[in-house]
């Protein structure tokens, strides 16, 4: 598995089996960090690269901000992969998958959470739908960011 041929759709129907699985044998209620490390674990033994905790740099004004955020999981360099153990998913835990989509121009993130009765419930595929990523390009040129005296909203 790994190779470039691969398509997303199937690396991303084998992540969510493997997570399934996972959660049917040990059920909800462990820490993140425990079904983090069985996943990531087991896709490395079906032959994925696995990055684990990758960080993430923004470059912001001309100046690299190094380590602002770190990715839970990053599959074989273009799926994320964002563990959550907690009773109920909100909307602050897709927008984070959303923001590390962007900053490491990757198509597709899961978020899975482990603290779900059944796992199914638990699963979100998302999509970056952005062209351009906040981290390609200093982020005024792709927000629109008041100049001083102006007192407008951010948009972007």
């Known amino acids: 598995m790994g190779e470039a041929a691969l398509h997303i759709d199937q690396v991303t129907h084998e992540v969510i089996g493997v997570a399934m699985r996972l959660h049917s044998e040990i059920g909800p209620g462990l820490l993140e ?11 490395a033994s079906m032959g994925y690269k696995v990055d684990r905790q990758r960080p993430i740099d923004v470059i912001f004004d001309g100046i690299e901000f190094r380590e602002v955020a770190r ?7 273009r799926l994320v992969v964002e563990v959550k153990s907690t009773e109920n998913l909100h909307p602050v835990h897709a927008k984070q998958v959303l923001t590390y989509l962007r900053l490491l121009h990757m198509p597709v993130g899961l978020l ?6 059944t796992l199914k419930q638990g699963i ?3 999509v970056n739908d952005h062209k351009d990523s906040a981290s ?3 982020l005024r040129e792709n927000l629109d960011i008041p100049t001083s005296g102006s007192t407008g909203p951010l948009q972007g």
Do not use: K
């Not at 899975?112 to 009765?117: A, V, Y």
């Open 33 to 43: 960090s425990v079904y983090e490390t069985i996943l990531a674990g087991r896709l």
């Open 71 to 77: 990715a839970d999981l990053v599959i074989d360099d």
């Open 112 to 117: 899975i959470n482990f603290g779900e009765p």
């Open 124 to 126: 979100r595929r998302l």
């Open 136 to 138: 390609s390009a200093s």
